[in-house]
């Protein structure tokens, strides 16, 4: 069982700035990638950021420039610097984890998800 919960959603205003951050517990095992994915209310869930095990990173081209994903692997947590904010960067912005887990005679993989954090960009 692995659980994401995340931190540091709140009200920005344009042109301002909002870390977000996302630890995992229980029994990670190997995580391979963490990311960060925001939805608004009819449109669909989007990745926005996304960075793997060894480092390497995914930005949204409405990301670029703009937005900065690091981890920690040590401590199983990501984070997402977002500069420069839009109000189109409104959202619910999830946390996502996938790994593996050892199994009998095989491994398992899981794909989990936060419960979500508000992000807001207004004046």
């Known amino acids: 069982q692995v659980q994401l919960v995340e931190s540091g959603g709140g009200l920005a205003q344009p042109g301002g700035s909002l870390r977000l951050s996302c630890a995992a517990s229980?029994?990670?095992?190997?995580?391979?990638?963490m990311g960060w994915y925001r939805q608004v209310p009819g449109k669909y869930r989007e990745l926005v950021a996304r960075i793997t095990n060894g480092g390497s990173t995914f930005y949204a081209d409405s990301a670029k420039g703009r937005f900065t994903i690091s981890r920690d692997n040590a401590k199983n947590t990501v984070s997402l610097q977002m500069n420069s904010l839009k109000p189109e960067d409104t959202a619910v912005y999830y946390c996502?984890?996938?790994?593996?887990?050892?199994?009998?005679?095989?491994?398992?993989?899981?794909?989990?998800w936060g419960e979500g954090t508000l992000v807001t960009v207004s004046s």
């Open positions: 229980g029994d990670i095992f190997t995580i391979d990638a």
């Open positions: 996502n984890a996938d790994g593996k887990v050892p199994t009998v005679g095989s491994e398992a993989s899981y794909d989990v």
